[in-house]
């Protein structure tokens, strides 16, 4: 028999019988008899029964008591700890909310034309939570979507395992066609919908392209920054779209619902109503960007180049009331859904048509850095603004190990005597030599007082202006040239930095911006493109970066000298516009050459007008252009005398 620990007490146990004691063993003979007779095998041997162990014995008992602990310690888990986070599971598992898309906020123009506008969209959405739990099934779903929207079929399955949100974006922007397929199919597509979307559409000008951005689905990576975003709804990805997508976005609302485990709707359980964005008013004239975009590929075109930069600023305000880069490239092709080839396309281009040259293009300025240094000569008072310098068309300078080499700076011309307003008229490298570098007994600002002004001014940083992905321009100085290039600094590379060459890099907004206190008298002003929320009439107020760049006299001799520029000196073609002006050229070397060995040149002016009373500052830049011909001049002129007359 088994030996259980139990029974012992029953061996001390007694029956009495009517005539003495009877034995607990008696009771039962009988029955132990019978058993044994049936462990007896068929020679007559009997089998032996092994009792189990003590040892095993409170194993299993251990084994028991310890999965009785377990099951009531997750029992005891799951309702005192992990039950409200279950019970949210399950709520969000039975109740679902369905976006509602928020109209997005527009863009106009100054003077009130709409420039972007929102029309409807669909997409075809998927929820894993309502598809079937089998494998094979949801395969069998995926499949026939593969044949109704023309998607191969592994390319589905990819993207679907790869996608982690609940809800997988199939298709966006469905065509008329797609939309009668998929109506006519929806209720085979278990755990698939059509949702309501919308989509932006751009006016069709690619030099805005730069300026309004576009929007395009939410990425991954976006998504995951965003937790408020749905995959099906769109994003600023570049431009006014990407720096305003807070206001422009609104509130998106929810549509709740109650579903079955089969992903059935049970019940409607109402709607939070979405909010609409606001609307966003620009600095921008849109007719002033269409006239310098066509005035500028008149001429990229008469001169054989393809890329330029125009930008017109309000010397008042910072307003940009223009921002042109060309190439530009078409926004909607993004904000519709943009192909594959489409896209191989633009990005392939060597012209390179989706960067900005206008805020983050870095260039050497060439002569329009004269009149910056001029205003530094003077605040510093190194020069008085009459003395006059006498120029031979160059100066040299002997190299402090070798006397015998001699180096050679080049001016333009020989412009003789050239006080400072004559030197900026006729763009005199000499002078601006050697007031930046010093020469004889002429004292220079020297490179600390040279990046000093210049960052004054705007140059090497930001300009802050409410665009992505500006530039901050490079102002060198001893200590840059050190860490960067390992070599000294010397007077040669002073030299060239007063006049624009050598290392000094500006972006054509930073440009702009440095004539705008050289236009109102003084005040640096953080260029900006968006000038009123229209729903809230909150007005985006000028921000003055500096007060008084330089004093005031100073700067009019400066401005003096660049309107003696257009009234007989290196810009005297402006000089026919219908009011005064101000201007300042430059050319600077690309490095290139064409066949017959002349440069290619980036050629410069920056102008203000009307002379008394500035209304706008106007920059133009064009690369690439033969040495000798006119290219931004012809621009500034056509553009200014379209905007003083229209």
């Given amino acids: 028999m088994l030996d259980f620990p139990f029974l012992k007490s029953f061996r001390e146990f007694r029956f009495k019988r ?106 075809f959405v998927c929820d ?35 996608t982690t949100n609940p809800k997988f974006l199939v298709a966006q922007h469905l065509s008329h066609e797609q939309l009668i397929i998929l109506e006519t199919k929806i209720e085979e597509l278990e755990g698939c919908e059509i949702e309501k979307n919308t989509i932006r559409e751009y006016v069709a000008d690619p030099t805005l392209s730069h300026v309004l951005g576009y929007t395009a689905k939410i990425s ?13 709804d769109q994003i600023g990805k570049t431009g006014i779209e990407k720096a305003y997508e807070t206001e422009l976005r609104g509130v998106p609302g929810r549509k709740l619902m109650e579903k079955d485990a089969l992903g059935r709707i049970v019940k409607e359980k109402g709607e939070i109503a979405s909010e609409p964005g606001n609307s966003v008013t620009l600095w921008l004239d849109f007719e002033l960007q269409q006239k310098i975009r066509e005035s500028l590929e008149q001429s990229l075109g008469r001169i054989g180049s393809q890329k330029a930069v125009a930008i017109a600023l309000d010397p008042e305000t910072g307003g940009v009331l223009s921002l042109v880069s060309i190439p530009g490239f078409d926004n909607n092709l993004f904000a519709s859904g ?69 180096y050679r700076f080049a001016d333009n011309a020989n412009h003789g005597l050239v006080d400072m307003r004559r030197a900026i008229a006729v763009s005199s490298n000499v002078y601006f030599y050697t007031i930046g570098g010093g020469f004889e007994d002429q004292k220079g600002l020297g490179p600390s007082k040279l990046k000093d002004y210049l960052m004054r001014f705007g140059w090497g940083a930001q300009t802050g202006i409410d665009l992505p992905g500006e530039a ?44 705008v206190p050289i236009a109102n008298g003084g005040t640096l002003y953080k260029p900006h493109m968006v000038k009123e929320i229209v729903e809230t009439a909150k007005v985006i107020p000028p921000v003055v970066v500096r007060e008084e760049t330089i004093a005031k006299e100073n ?22 516009l219908p009011v005064s002006s101000g201007a300042k050229t430059g050319t600077a070397q690309t490095g290139k050459k064409d066949e017959e060995g002349r440069d290619y040149l980036y050629s410069w002016v920056s102008v203000f007008a009307p002379y008394e009373n500035p209304e706008i500052v106007l920059t133009v830049m064009v690369e690439d ?16 005398e379209w905007y003083f007359t229209k």
């Fill in 18 to 123: 009517l005539r003495g004691e009877l034995e607990f063993q008696e009771v039962f003979l009988d029955k132990l008899v019978a058993e044994q007779e049936a462990f007896t095998d068929a020679s007559g041997e009997r089998k032996l029964e092994v009792p189990l162990s003590k040892g095993l014995l409170w194993g299993v008992y251990a084994g028991f008591a310890l999965l009785i602990f377990v099951f009531f310690g997750k029992t005891f888990y799951l309702q005192a700890f992990a039950g409200e986070e279950l019970e949210k599971r399950a709520q969000e598992n039975a109740i679902r909310s369905q976006p509602l898309d928020s109209d997005r906020g527009v863009m106009y123009d100054r003077f009130g034309k709409q420039l972007v506008f929102n029309r409807p969209s669909f997409d």
């Fill in 128 to 162: 894993k939570r309502d598809l079937p739990a089998d494998r094979a099934e949801k395969e069998r779903i995926l499949r026939r979507i593969s044949n109704s929207m023309g998607i191969p079929f592994a390319d589905l399955k990819e993207e679907f395992d790869k």
């Fill in 338 to 406: 943009i192909s594959h080839a489409q896209y191989e396309e633009i990005i392939s281009n060597p012209l390179n048509p989706l960067f900005n040259r206008a805020i983050a293009g870095l260039y050497p300025t060439g002569s329009t850095i004269k009149p910056l240094v001029a205003s530094a000569a003077l605040q510093e008072g190194i020069i008085d603004a009459d003395k006059e310098i006498l120029t031979h068309g160059y100066i040299e300078i002997q190299n402090e190990y070798d006397p015998e080499i001699v």
């Fill in 220 to 232: 991954a990576d976006e998504l995951a920054q965003h937790k408020d975003y749905a995959i099906t």
């Fill in 625 to 640: 252009v033969k040495e000798g011909s006119l290219a931004v001049l012809p621009v500034a002129k056509e553009v200014l």
């Fill in 472 to 515: 901050k321009g490079l102002v060198p100085d001893p200590e840059w040239k050190k860490q960067t290039k390992g070599e000294g600094w010397w007077d040669g590379d002073t030299y060239l930095f007063s006049i624009g060459q050598g290392n000094v890099l500006a972006t054509p907004l930073q440009v702009a911006s440095s004539f």
């Fill in 555 to 576: 700067l009019e001799v400066v401005r003096d000298g660049m309107k003696q520029a257009v009234k007989w000196g290196s810009s005297v073609l402006l000089n026919q």
